[in-house]
């Protein structure tokens, strides 16, 4: 058996494991207990065989024959019932383990800071939460217990042995040598080969994932060909890594079969040499001696098995908990924190400075300030940082100077769920989740009841398009909304807005042309949302523009100009130019 590496045996990260045990103590004790047991009694039936061979057949004692028989049965149902039970409550335990573990994860996962989602792939995420959590889950079950209960068991009939015959015991431990060697060896090898494995199936994971989402690409532009040799390229890998694996096994079992031949061989050979000497009482130690290999060496087959398992499970605990302790994440607003029972809805930004990555500010110093109902329209190139402006407003993400103040308090300040409550917004790009309309809108809150739904609906003229959808309010929307249109999908954001009525409305109007019923569908919403309501819109429409109390002219993260329509006209500047490259050719 290989000694364990200092850096493989991180004490720290597995006691930090057990901890998530602890609600399961006496699930864990017992297996403990269970395992005891079990050890005990291995070496017990070839004392048994000992005892028998030695005084009942050479005495001819047919009635203890008969006896031992029964025992021995009796032995081997005990057995086989606590075995039963030692296997299903370590998985209980780990499958406990595991799904605390996956909820501590998703929560935190659900409370980082969104600038963490721009930074990791959301593969590496869902791999954490499912994938390696389950590693976690084999500590238990075929990692740690099952390895103390092995070596319980070849310390119990290792006693046994030495105690019966030292001198034959360590005759039989002659091939141990080539047995531990072989072991290291084949760890190693499968440990480097399900690395391999491991890291092909992360790739093929994270090729399939993408590329189904992005398979129009892939079709529109006929790159299926070139795609599926990619394709091809890490399946290969993944059969080259798993058939490595496998051939070390292919060599290691039949190797341990042969060690075990070799000490049985040894066994009979030195007790046969001793044959002119032979007492009786040795036949019964040889045969025993048989059996207690075979017990020596069917765990022993595993372990090395068993101590990669625990390696990865330790491994995989180790990238749960970068996840659980990430510091980036938004913290639960104190008890204290500013609950307004009613917010009127002045915004003020004040020499905010913004950067996603350090050193690349997005966002320059932007001052503006919009008056309880009225209605801002921000402009600007593409990448100008629009929607940057309102993720601030929220506290999506955190500015680094300046300051946000939402009727004269800083938002820093605000409890988070109030805020949130209290700025609706509507998105782009509106994500919508594999589910009914119903759901997507009232995002399974209870406490939205229907009646409430189809009422904002009527009043933002909402409920007759919804009712023309197959199934009406019950129609499924597939993932990622990919059955409705771009304008569908921001109609119905609209409702989910109108519902929270909110005191300050975002508003990232969508890009993309609408047919014009749409389009009066969608002016007609956008005019009730925003009526008596602060709200500041990121106008395509000029009819949203020029509805505007102020218009804001962004311009690479800074404020160029600042007016309404008509006095933005007359300056001649950024926004004249903007207006007659964007509508001038397009409307009226
Ligand atoms: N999550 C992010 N991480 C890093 N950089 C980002 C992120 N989101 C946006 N940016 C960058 O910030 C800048 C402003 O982006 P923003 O989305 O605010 O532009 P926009 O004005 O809304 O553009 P559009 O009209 O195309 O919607 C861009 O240069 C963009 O590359
Ligand atoms: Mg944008």
Redesign the pocket.
Known sequence: MTAPKKTFFDFALLKRVFRYAAPYKQKFYISVMLAILLAIITPVRPMLVQLTVNEYIANEMAGMLVRITLIQIGLILVETVMRFFFSYITAVLGQSVVKDMRIATYKKIMHLNLSQF?KTPIGTLTTRTINDIESINDIFSDGLVPIIADLLSIACVLTYMFISDWQLTLIALIPFPIMIIGTYYFKESINRSFHKVRNAVAALNAFVQEHLSGMAVVQAFAAEDREMEKFKKINRDHRDANIKAIFAYSVFFPLVEIILALSIGLIVWWTSKEALQLQESQQGTVISFILCMNLLFRPLRMIADKFNVLQMGIIASERVFKVLDNPDFTPESPADAYKPALVKGKIEFDKVVFE??PGVP?LKEVSFSVNPGETIAIV?R???????IISLLNRLYHIQQGCIKIDGVDIEQYDLDTLRKNVGVVL?DVFLFSGSVMDNITLRNPEITKEKVEQAAKLIEMHDFIMRLPGGYDYHVMERGATLSLGQRQLLSFIRAMLYNPSILILDEATSSVDTESEQLIQHAIDTLIKGRTSIVIAHRLSTIRKAHKILVLDKGEVKEMGTHEELMRLNGHYAKLHEMQFETTEE
């Not at 593409?382 to 940057?388: F, I």
Request: aromatic fraction near 8%.
């Open positions: 721009d996603y990555t997005v600007g593409t990448g100008s940082g629009k929607t940057t782009q």
